[in-house]
């Protein structure tokens, strides 16, 4: 490939708007995190995030970015940072593409008094070690406890120390392996969504 077949974008010349288009469709794919949180009122919140992965192996550790408000809520601080900040305690529910509606269903705009299990149609399932409900009909619920919360810009990144994870026996391989091919999972694309497979390897597996 030429040099003359690659475009250059500068993050001076662009605005937050521009450059957020081309992060979220060249990061891909990604995981989605469908954290479920409850305020101290004791208010149920239900929401996806794609910008999700592990920060460490020990202290198992997984990071969430949280940004701010969007739509009818632009730039007001998400309940679910709200509810982490101050009950320290969430679960991370994986999302199979059986569940993507349901998902796409809790990502809308919505007042902090609704409970989005009720308007996702999941059901809630007492959580092990922490007192928030995971959503039973997720293949793998995975709860943390809050270890520290990193401003970086207008977002925030949410590190969450895990305490359990629960998985159902379909989804378990056996040897502490998930059966990746049982569970399907669903990505975020730029917008949209797509599933992983089937799924290859080259020659030895990353460990």
């Known amino acids: 490939m030429s040099k003359e077949q690659k475009l250059t974008f500068n993050t001076s010349d662009l605005t937050e708007?521009?450059?957020?288009?081309?992060?979220i469709g060249s990061v891909i794919p990604r995981p989605i995190a469908w954290v479920s949180s409850k305020s101290q009122d004791g208010i149920l919140n239900l929401a996806p995030f794609s910008f999700f992965t592990v920060a460490s192996r020990n202290p198992p550790t997984l990071l969430i970015s949280i940004g701010p408000g969007?739509?009818?809520?632009?730039?007001?601080?998400?309940?679910?940072?709200?509810?982490?900040r101050e009950v320290k305690e969430y679960i991370i529910n994986m999302v199979p593409e059986s569940l993507g509606e349901a998902?796409?269903?809790?990502?809308?705009?919505?007042?902090?008094?609704?409970?989005?299990?009720?308007?996702?149609?999941?059901?809630?399932?007492?959580?092990?070690?922490?007192?928030?409900?995971?959503?039973?009909?997720a293949p793998i619920s995975i709860e943390?406890?809050?270890?520290?919360?990193?401003?970086?810009?207008?977002?925030?990144?949410?590190?969450?120390?895990?305490?359990?994870?629960?998985?159902?026996?379909?989804?378990?391989?056996?040897?502490?392996?998930?059966?990746?091919?049982?569970?399907?999972?669903?990505?975020?694309l730029a917008g949209d969504f797509a599933g992983l497979l089937p799924s290859f390897s080259y020659g030895q597996k990353v460990r």
Not at 17 to 23: A, I, P, S, T, V
Not at 71 to 84: A, H, M, P, V, Y
């Open 17 to 23: 708007d521009e450059m957020y288009k081309l992060l």
């Open 70 to 84: 969007t739509n009818e809520r632009i730039g007001s601080i998400k309940d679910t940072l709200t509810n982490i």
């Open 103 to 137: 998902m796409y269903r809790s990502s809308a705009s919505v007042e902090p008094q609704k409970n989005e299990f009720e308007l996702a149609g999941v059901t809630e399932q007492n959580g092990k070690l922490v007192n928030v409900p995971a959503v039973l009909e």
């Open 144 to 188: 943390l406890k809050l270890d520290r919360i990193i401003p970086v810009g207008g977002d925030h990144l949410v590190l969450g120390k895990v305490e359990c994870v629960q998985i159902n026996k379909a989804s378990y391989a056996g040897n502490y392996k998930i059966a990746i091919d049982e569970w399907k999972p669903l990505a975020s």
